[in-house]
């Protein structure tokens, strides 16, 4: 079965600093990567996501990614954050096969201060 | 885009009692729904996969039949739980994938279900 590493738990962080949350997936032949952010009492949002083609993945916000196969990684990048990026991110995967479910990391809080 | 509404946002009822949670996918079909339970600063984790006109496949551990998943149409599916206790307080949240074309899951808001 797919599962995901998230390697923090938190995160500090100030403001305009870069960020980096790390994930780790479990190998297989296709995977499917996600990273979402859920903000208090509410939903999910989609980051953005890794399917196939080039392996930086740019997605809302100002975040990116990078897919790295040999380390079987997926981190999660911002070169400058905002108070308002204080939340959860999950990291997510789907071996693509129709009707699997996404699978989430433990999550990572991040907090940015002044 | 595509969007899945998910209904109530939050409840409240009493020990005992049964809650349905609905959530609908408004744009688009869905062959394939599931259904997460999140505790507090915890993630989400499965806890089955409803496929419209059949039977839910629920994760190890979910109890079927406290927990009655319905995907009566290519469009809703229902999460009813049964008897409801204190320690079912959670929050709910579905996600479903479409029929054809595209690859992606969509999330609804969650339910915050409060058992008293």
């Known amino acids: 079965a797919q599962s995901v590493t998230q390697l923090d738990s938190q995160v500090p962080v100030f403001e305009e600093a870069p960020v980096e949350l790390r994930c780790n997936y479990s190998?297989?032949?296709?995977?499917?990567l996600f990273w979402y952010v859920q903000y208090p009492n509410q939903g999910l949002q989609l980051l953005l996501k890794y399917l196939s083609g080039s392996t930086l993945v740019k997605g809302i916000n100002g975040f990116e990614a990078e897919f790295n196969k040999s380390q079987t990684s997926f981190h999660l990048r911002k070169p400058s954050v905002h108070i308002s990026d204080t939340a959860e991110y999950y990291c997510a995967v789907s071996d693509g096969q129709a009707g699997t479910a996404l699978i989430f990391g433990k999550g990572t809080t991040l907090s940015v201060s002044s | 885009g595509a969007v899945v509404s998910q209904h109530p946002s939050r409840v409240i009822c009493k020990s005992g009692t049964s809650v349905k949670i609905e959530c609908r996918s408004l744009?688009?079909?869905?062959?394939?729904m599931f259904w997460y339970r999140q505790f507090p600063k915890q993630s989400l984790m499965l806890m089955a996969t409803?496929?419209?006109?059949?039977?839910?496949?629920?994760e190890q551990g979910v109890e079927k039949d406290k927990f009655l998943i319905n995907h009566a149409s290519l469009t809703l599916s229902t999460l009813t739980v049964t008897s409801a206790h204190p320690e079912d307080s959670s929050f709910y949240i579905c996600?479903?994938?479409?029929?054809?074309?595209?690859?992606?899951?969509?999330f609804g808001s969650g339910t915050r279900l409060t058992v008293v």
């Open positions: 409803s496929n419209e006109g059949s039977k839910a496949t629920y």
């Open positions: 744009d688009f079909q869905a062959t394939t």
């Open positions: 190998s297989s032949v296709s995977v499917y």
């Open positions: 996600s479903a994938s479409p029929v054809q074309g595209g690859y992606g899951y969509t």
